[in-house]
Each structure stands twice: as C-alpha cells, then as structure tokens.
C-alpha cells in the first residue's frame, strides 16, 4: 500500500485536519456528543492543493444530510501504532480509512472492532467489482468499502523510447533490451528507489505476478504454495540483475520514491515501474508522452498486478452509526466515484460512466485497463495489502539486502516462508 488513498481521496487531497499529529480527536465513545457530527481518521496530508475542491465537494454531503464530519489526521505509521488502541479504547473515530486484506482490515475485524456492513450493502445497493468486495469481507461478512482501485506497471517516456529506435516492451525480452540501449544512451532505465522499503513490496509483487503468472502467485499469498519456492527466488533474482547491470539508479536503497519519480519527471529516467496513483501527478509534471504497460512476462505482455487503496470502515464502537452510514454511503455512491475521477485522477472499483468526463488520454487508457481487470478479474496481486505485519517485514527487508548483496535471492524467500509461519 503506497500513500493514503482514501476510496478515491489520494493523501494529496484531504478534506480537512482539524488537530495535531499526536492525537485523532476521536468520537466512538457514548460520550453525549451531537449524533450529527462525526470524525474521520486519515492519514496524514502530504498536499493541500486539491484542499478546497475537496472541502466544496465534502460540503454537498453536510447540505444535503445535515451530518458534520471533523477530518482528522495522523502520519501512516502512526495510524499504523495507535489505530486499534484508540478502537478498543472507544475514543478513536467514527469512520476510519484503512486497507483491505486481511493484514489491515481483516486484523481489525477479527478483533471485533469494525461495524458490519453487509446488509447495508443490500438495503444500498452498493456497487463495488466482486474482487474489491472480497478483499473487504471477513468470514463471511463485509466490513468495509474498499478504497480505489490501482494497478502497478510501468510508465514510460514514449518519446525517450522513440528517440532511441525502441518500441514499446512486450515482452521480458524486450523490457532488457531497452534497459541497454537507455543506459547506453546514459540515461537511467528505470527509476527504482526503495529506502522506504514498502517499494520493493510492490517491485516483488509485479515481477513474481508477470514471470509465475498470477495463479503462481495468488497461490503462494494464500499458503497453498510456500513463500521459499524458486519463483519467489527468481522474482528477488531478476531486480538484482537488473541492479547489477546498471539498470536502476545507483544504491537504489538509498533513494526515496519521491526521487525516484523526480528522476522521471526530469527525464533523468526513461521509465518507472510504480503504480496508477501517479496518473495525476505525472499529467502535471510531464512535457513528453507517457504509456503505461504491466511488467512483462518472459513470453508476453504480462500482467497488471491489481490493488486497492485505503477505503472507509465504521467503528464497531462508535454511538454515531447511523451518521456514520450515511457518510459512508456519501463515498460509495456513483456521483462521489465519477467525482474523484475527474478531480483527483483516481479510480473507485465501481463501474464508472467516464464518458464526457475531461480526462487526459495517459488517464484515460489507465481507466480503460483497470475497468477491464476490475470487470475480468484478470491481474496478478500486490502482496502488501495480502499478508501479515511480519511477512511484509521479511519481504521489505529481504529486498533491499538482495538490492545490496547483503542478502541472496533464496534466503530472501526464506525469510518470507519463516515469517508466514509465525
């Protein structure tokens, strides 16, 4: 899971933060408040630009439902730290964004801490592809709605690829002989920074999805396959040969992902393996064409791997349900959907009318594509949002010690097989 993205409202677009860092100003607790008024835990704003579109937009829902809603905001590790305490404690908010799967929400639900949706979904009617709903629904119920649908891929600069003679990658094959003929060209292939660690979760995922299949890989995240198998090894294997052969900026561990795609922004790189969410931002920071393709496969296209951001969730202690409810049926209607879409460059995973909508033609093929996985089904997975706390740990670390060769591909696999154990 790469920044907040909250059922379409990236980190860069927050309605409001109304206290410090240090607390969430919470409201789950009976403690006699207005039943009209609600807090929303975010995570924490990097961007205030799309602030007041968003503030204008949120304003619809209070004119028509006569319902408040206080935004909170805490930096993601912290929510990370603090979320179920400020749950169990009954001082922690109302609705809460959060990632899906079972290592964010499913953890949550298993501790009795999230309201259970499921016949609001009936008595709503609300739409989501069956795949997002899954990824919300814990032994049998629905506890969330899930957040924006992304794909990762690569970007690249159509007219760097052009200059050099190269077509689009559409195979594996392909994929290296480009790196080559970039890199000789003296520019950086693919801008890879993975200091933070979570990159390398989303490196992992595209390569083992694309060069297994995503059936390899679904098997594995599931535990029907070990984690300490050769495909996991060869997908570790390929990014250190890609590191070794000068196709990723020098000391990848030591480069932020804000740098990695300033590095492409500038054409310092002529291509970034990341996912949909920087449509937005590359639209407003390009002067070349870009194309968006998933990450080969030894014999073909490959795959898009498929994921969700952080989507709303309803204390299971708050004395505001109702007006929760509604807030959240405010964020999964179609209107709040087609309205992210167009404003914020996000995809909801709801069928979306985007035609007369003012899109660029970069986003419009990324609506396109994820439309197709969401309807198909059809998309390898990101590992991240799949996993345990400590299977994401062995792989974030085993990663960026096969980037530095302090760590080979296998014991890297092996460190993810002992931590699905634990």
């Not at 999805?209 to 294997?237: H, L, M, R």
């Not at 990723?248 to 990695?260: F, I, R, W």
């Not at 994921?307 to 959240?328: H, I, M, Q, R």
């Amino acid at each position: 899971m790469r920044r907040s993205h909250i059922l379409g409202l990236p980190a860069a677009a927050v309605l409001l933060v109304t206290t410090a860092c240090t607390g969430t100003g919470g409201g789950s607790s009976d403690d006699g408040g207005d039943p009209q008024s609600i807090t929303w835990l975010i995570e924490e704003p990097e961007d205030a630009e799309a602030l007041q579109a968003l503030k204008d937009h949120v304003a619809t829902f209070t004119e028509e439902s006569g319902i408040e809603v206080e935004v909170n905001s805490l930096p993601l590790d912290n929510m990370r730290t603090v979320l179920q305490t400020q749950l169990r404690s009954g001082e922690g908010p109302d609705v809460f964004s959060w990632g899906s799967g079972p290592g964010f929400g499913g953890a949550l639900a298993e501790a009795g801490l999230l309201h259970d949706l499921t016949q609001e979904y009936e008595d709503r009617g609300w739409e989501v592809y069956d795949f997002a709903r899954d990824r919300v629904t814990f032994d049998g119920k629905v506890y969330g709605v899930p957040g924006e649908m992304e794909t990762i891929g690569i970007f690249y600069n159509k007219d760097a690829l052009a200059d050099l003679g190269l077509s689009e990658p559409q195979s594996l094959g392909d994929l290296e002989a480009a790196s080559e003929a970039i890199a000789e060209a003296g520019t950086i292939p693919m801008a890879v920074g993975d200091k933070e660690g979570w990159e390398g979760g989303h490196l992992l995922s595209m390569a083992l999805s694309s060069t297994a299949g995503p059936e390899t890989a679904e098997a594995v995240i599931t535990g029907e396959e070990s984690w300490d198998s050769p495909e996991v090894a060869q997908a570790f294997e390929l990014w250190r040969d890609y590191n070794e052969q000068g196709f990723l900026p020098e000391s990848p561990t030591s480069v932020d992902y804000d740098t990695s795609i300033s590095m492409f922004y500038s054409g310092e790189a002529a291509m970034i393996p990341t996912g949909s969410w920087l449509v937005g931002e590359i639209d407003d920071n390009v002067d070349f064409e870009v194309g968006f393709i998933p990450f080969p496969a030894p014999d073909g296209p490959g795959v898009f791997t498929g994921g969700l951001g952080s989507g709303p969730y309803v204390s299971a202690g708050t004395s505001k349900t109702e007006a929760a409810v509604e807030f959240v049926d405010f964020l999964a209607s179609p209107e709040h959907g087609e309205w992210t879409v167009e404003n914020l460059h996000t995809i909801p995973p709801v069928p979306v009318d985007t035609e007369g909508l003012d899109v660029s033609p970069l986003f419009a093929q990324v609506l396109e594509d994820t439309a197709t996985l969401g309807s198909s089904g059809e998309f390898g997975q990101n590992i991240d949002v799949l996993v345990s706390d400590a299977v994401n740990e062995a792989m974030y670390d085993g990663f960026q010690g096969v980037l530095t060769g302090q760590t080979t591909p296998e014991d890297a696999a092996s460190g993810m097989a002992a931590a699905a154990d634990q």
